[in-house]
């Protein structure tokens, strides 16, 4: 049977550490039918959880208590069910960390379900809540079929001498262990739109993409239209400080206060991935937006702005280094776009790379992509809201025209 192009509306739920977003898609026009998302979910935040729901240009901002993922999906699918002209056909997923057993989407069935709750220990902030989201989506709507799209895909370009730790070779074999990478759908997404925007060809450009969240970020360095290196590693601990997490760290450390403390494996999992991080450091928050609301008065929240600017600059060094020197450098995602002063100071300094924003560029910018650098950059800055949702739907569709072809 050949594919044909049947119009199929995709609910896209994309669950970070500390949001849900979702969109109905009408695919294959990519026609946005619903958009929204749950902020602040499950956190200790200075502000109120929030749903904002979007439907032909109308917005709605829900104030709620959203104490985790389950909660805010049950709301989000009562202001779904409201607008009666609207169905949907398949659920899709972004999940994080399929661990080696899967490098494209699939549909889910139980012997994914049984491979996927598995893995539920690589991503501990982000699996068990998608896998249990999956679960919920399959009693409320068991006729549906669901797709798990996965955000480490774009990352199996990373070359074995960027992905290889230094470890014992026999546990490497054993366990799969290598620099696996994260945020894959973001980055692949805001890669292509900056090529576009800019009219070039991506197989000739080298990107450094910064996607930086309320909850995770990453960087990630791109040539050729592929990924060379991510800063998160095999799981998404490693590399930037985040809103829970630590990111980079001595490991020495970890050793050491696991014998001071008596601490179990799992404790010591449980202070680096959820209690560290911002959220260590600033106490009265875990979201980078409140620190900046207070870098100029409280010495705390400079000194945890100044910490998260210093790992992104060191970075974006170390990935001009690789791809010797950027054409484009990319910011995307919450903080990436919505926070100037985050910008600036990340750009501060770094000339030499040929890295120079415009400074009034950067802070009239309002939206939708956007070039902010200097006349006089080597390196092209642009600002680029993430659609990882889009992806998600490409991705999804994508599959299941294949799957009508082998009919």
């Known amino acids: 049977m050949k594919s044909n192009n049947k119009q199929i509306n995709i609910l896209v739920l994309n669950c970070g550490s500390s949001s849900l977003k979702y969109k109905v898609i009408s695919m294959p026009k990519e026609e946005i039918l619903i958009t929204g998302e749950a902020q602040r979910v499950g956190i200790k935040t200075e502000n109120a959880s929030t749903i904002t729901h979007i439907i032909s240009g109308k917005k709605k901002v829900i104030k ?13 699918f009562n202001l779904i069910n409201q607008e009666k002209n609207i169905k949907f056909d398949i659920i899709a997923h972004r999940y994080v960390h399929p661990g080696n057993y899967f490098n494209r989407p699939v549909r889910v069935t139980k012997s994914v379900l049984t491979k996927l709750k598995k893995t539920l220990p690589l991503a501990p902030i982000h699996n068990p809540i998608v896998y249990n989201l999956i679960k919920f989506c399959h009693k409320e709507f068991t006729f549906k079929n669901q797709y798990a799209v996965f955000d480490t895909s774009f990352h199996k370009t990373i070359p074995p001498k960027y992905s290889t730790y230094a470890l014992p070779g026999e546990l490497i074999k054993k366990y799969g262990l290598r620099r696996i990478g994260f945020h894959g759908l973001s980055h692949r997404y805001v890669m292509e739109e900056a090529c576009r925007f800019l009219k070039r060809n991506k197989s000739t450009q080298r990107i450094i993409s910064c996607h930086l969240g309320t909850g995770g970020s990453s960087i990630c360095a791109i040539r050729e239209g592929k990924s060379v290196n991510n800063s998160m590693g095999f799981t998404p601990l490693e590399g930037l400080m985040m809103n829970t997490r630590c990111g980079d760290i001595d490991l020495g450390i970890v050793f050491y206060i696991m014998f001071k403390e008596f601490l179990s494996p799992d404790e010591a999992e449980n202070i680096l991935n959820k209690k560290s991080g911002v959220l260590g450091i600033f106490n009265t928050s875990s979201d980078l937006r409140d620190v900046i609301k207070n870098i100029n008065n409280d010495k705390q929240a400079k000194m945890v702005f100044n910490m998260y600017v210093r790992r992104v600059k ?13 054409d484009i450098l990319i910011f995307t995602d919450s903080l990436g776009v919505e926070e100037p002063i985050l910008r600036k100071e990340i750009c501060e300094n770094m000339e030499l790379l040929g890295i120079k924003l415009d400074e009034r560029k950067n802070y009239s910018y309002c939206g939708k992509i956007a070039d902010i650098s200097s006349p006089d950059s080597e390196v092209r800055i642009l600002v680029i809201p993430t659609n990882e949702e889009i992806m998600i739907a490409r991705e999804v569709y994508r599959e299941l025209k294949k799957n009508v072809s082998r009919c």
Request: proline share 4%; hydrophobic share 45%; aromatic share 12%.
């Open 64 to 76: 709620s208590p959203l104490a985790n993922h389950s909660t805010a999906l049950k709301k989000i």
């Open 314 to 326: 060191a970075y974006i060094g170390f990935y001009s280094l690789i791809l010797k020197k950027a």
